[in-house]
Nanobody, 130 residues
Framework: EVQLVESGGGLVQAGGSLRLSCAASGFTFDDYAIGWFRQAPGKEREGVSC????????YYADSVKGRFTISSDYAKNTAYLQMNSLNAEDTAVYYCAALRRGSVHHRVVPDGCPGYVEVWGQGTLVTVSS
């Protein structure tokens, strides 16, 4: 079964840090780029970051640039999102997704990332208290 499972969400004070994990199973991890997305209450899902396994290129949304870092451990089939200097606007459910290039570019995927979502994780909630 193709699956992504996120973990690491929780409650943190403003200015704090969290590291999210995204564990992949059922597919060859490095055949895909990994993207991180988030959806705040009452808002649309948005792309936060992605990383290509082919060339190591990364993308960050302007709102998280300089605070978030995406990485992958291919031996563990796991991707990470290190989030520092968190603020209340970062409160959301965070999702990881396996991305690849294809004939369809899903609207939610930023232009700087491969546009086809192969599979979504179930999400993990991050709450930042001010």
């Amino acid at each position: 079964e193709v699956q992504l499972v996120e973990s690491g969400g929780g409650l943190v004070q403003a200015g704090g840090s969290l590291r999210l994990s995204c564990a992949a199973s059922g597919f060859t991890f490095d055949d895909y780029a990994i993207g991180w997305f988030r959806q705040a209450p009452g808002k649309e899902r948005e792309g936060v970051s992605c990383a290509s396994s082919r060339d190591g290129s990364t993308y960050y949304a302007d709102s998280v640039k300089g605070r978030f870092t995406i990485s992958s451990d291919y031996a563990k089939n796991t991707a990470y999102l290190q989030m520092n200097s968190l603020n209340a606007e970062d409160t959301a459910v965070y999702y990881c997704a396996a991305l690849r290039r294809g004939s369809v570019h899903h609207r939610v995927v930023p232009d700087g990332c491969p546009g086809y979502v192969e599979v979504w994780g179930q999400g993990t909630l991050v709450t930042v208290s001010s």
